[in-house]
């Protein structure tokens, strides 16, 4: 696990690793950070053209009929400079030559994307299968640990063995001001890259049946600094306040920050919404879906918490069918709102009407607004 946490870090610096295969070995590179020496390396270097890996959202975008599968896009060194390259990665007016040769993914292709998404960077990557004379040269680089060198198989164990190995590794009481009785228990995945917290409200764990519970999915503009553009401030106090009426419960302050796509790409797609786009075409033109949150490590606290019987504060449906699945049963649900403002009216009613969330209750009275307290 070490060499995939170890590859993480090198792709957000912008260095190549290697993903070895059954299929053959090969060097992938972040699209983000790209830079035109690295580029010209791997032209100069593949035993055939190197490709342009993108994920199924990005091809979409792209107007590319094979809609549902991830592809690599064959590249041309006469006319695919770096700054072409970005543009076909993630620029909201790039379209597709339909005539480009489009090829599945190998194996190496696959976990580099899965790499790109776990290091929260824009998911795409130029990929190369190394020349002889590249490989010799990529070997010795590897021995002297200049290139780290991970095999798509423990790149794929990664993915699947990082929820259910969280640890539980250090908790407090923090009282809150609307919540006295408050303990912070914080949980850390084995790679060490996210924490997520689980915040105790009452006395001793002595709550209702079934338990209720709130899952926030952490919002830095929001939530530390009351950003208008979004409802998750305030709905993250009102959440606090209302479970410690309810005699207490769980809230989980998971690391997901912008659905999952990480700070830095939410301020992309942030960008791309003040040019026009809304919150599902911006994350999809940046290569992601409407949501890339999973709920694995939520409902995996939750056990270790002993908490399987719950009553979630969501108006999110997707949140529901995530959480009622074993050992997690959902018995009941209540809408948790924020308030609704000039700034962030778009943003809900888009969640409303493209990915279902229940939020008619704020929509359609907008000059009498309802907070859950
Ligand atoms: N990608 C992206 N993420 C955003 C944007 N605005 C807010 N977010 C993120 O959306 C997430 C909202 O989290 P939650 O409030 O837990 O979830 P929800 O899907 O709104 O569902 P509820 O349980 O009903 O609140 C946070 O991770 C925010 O950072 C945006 O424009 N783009
Ligand atoms: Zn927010």
Known sequence: MHHVERA???????????????????????????DSTLLAKLFDGA?????????????????????????????????????????????????LDQARPLEPLSAGDAAGLHLMRRSLLVPAAVVAAPSERM?????????????????????????????????????????????????????????????????LIGDDMQWADPVPVRLHSACLTGDLFGSLRCDCG??????????????????????????????????R???????????????QV???????????????????LAVEHIDLLTNNPAKLDAMNQKPIDVAGRSSVFGPLTDQNRRYLATKATRAGHWLDAILAEPDDVPVSK
């Open 8 to 34: 993480i870090f090198d792709l957000r610096r912008g260095v190549p690793v290697l993903i070895e295969s059954d299929e053959g070995n090969r060097l992938v590179a972040p699209v983000e950070g790209l």
């Open 47 to 95: 035993a055939e053209a190197p490709r342009l890996v993108l994920t199924d959202h990005r091809l979409a975008r792209l107007g590319h009929t094979q809609r549902d599968t991830a592809g690599a896009l064959v590249l041309d060194a006469t006319r695919d400079s770096r700054e072409a390259i970005i543009e076909l990665a993630c620029a909201p007016s790039a379209t």
């Open 135 to 199: 490989a010799d040269e990529l070997r010795r680089r590897v021995t002297v640990n200049d290139i780290l060198a991970v095999t798509a198989a423990d790149v794929a164990l990664h993915y699947d063995a990082v929820p259910s190995l969280l640890r539980r590794v250090s908790e407090a009481d923090v009282p809150l001001e609307t919540a006295e009785r408050s303990r912070f228990v914080v949980f850390r995945e084995p790679d060490g890259l996210r924490e997520h917290i689980a915040i």
């Open 234 to 267: 305030p709905q993250l106090r009102a959440s606090v306040a209302a479970i410690a009426e309810r005699g207490g419960g769980v809230l989980l302050y998971l690391a997901q920050e912008g659905r999952g796509i990480g700070l830095a790409n939410k301020m």
């Open 269 to 283: 797609a942030y960008q791309m919404q003040d040019e026009g786009l809304d919150t599902v075409d911006a994350d």
């Open 286 to 304: 940046l290569g992601f879906g409407k949501d890339e949150r999973d709920y694995t490590v939520a409902r995996e606290m939750l056990a270790q």
